[in-house]
Nanobody, 124 residues
Framework: QVQLVESGGGLVQAGGSLRLSCAAS????????MGWFRQAPGKEREFVAT????????YYADSVKGRFTISRENAKSTVYLQMNSLKPEDTAVYYC?????????????????WGQGTQVTVSS
C-alpha cells in the first residue's frame, strides 16, 4: 500500500520560508516521479513543481519559479519543497503526489498516488 505523508506546513509571515517534506512508502520511490500541488479555498488544485526519478530534471509553475525548490533524497524516500519569499497568495493546502513513472508533468490526473496534504498559511 502506497503512503505519502506530508509535513512541515504552518503559519509564516510574508517573506518568510518553509520547507515541506513528503515521506513515501509502499513503492520503489527511486523509480518514480514526484510532484507538489496546492489547493486554495474555493479554487482548483494547481501544479507547483515536479521532479524526475533521479532529481536531475525539475519543472515549476511560473508563479513559484525562482522562489520554490523541489528536491529529493531517494535513500530516505523523501521529496522536499523549499519555499522562500512566501506571499499571502501561496496560502493553500499543499499535496505531495507520486507517479509510477520516471517522469511526469503538471497534470494532476497523471499522478497515481496522493498524500493528505499540509496547510501553509502566509500572513501579510
Amino acid at each position: 500500500q502506497v503512503q505519502l505523508v506530508e509535513s512541515g506546513g504552518g503559519l509564516v509571515q510574508a517573506g518568510g520560508s518553509l520547507r515541506l517534506s513528503c515521506a513515501a512508502s509502499g513503492r520503489t520511490f527511486s523509480s518514480d516521479a514526484m510532484g507538489w500541488f496546492r489547493q486554495a479555498p474555493g479554487k482548483e488544485r494547481e501544479f507547483v513543481a515536479t521532479i524526475n526519478w533521479s532529481g536531475s530534471i525539475t519543472y515549476y509553475a511560473d508563479s513559484v519559479k525562482g522562489r520554490f525548490t523541489i528536491s529529493r533524497e531517494n535513500a530516505k524516500s523523501t521529496v522536499y519543497l523549499q519555499m522562500n519569499s512566501l506571499k499571502p497568495e501561496d496560502t493553500a493546502v499543499y499535496y505531495c503526489a507520486e507517479r509510477a513513472s520516471s517522469w511526469s508533468g503538471d497534470d494532476p490526473g497523471s499522478y497515481d498516488y496522493w498524500g493528505q496534504g499540509t496547510q501553509v498559511t502566509v500572513s501579510s
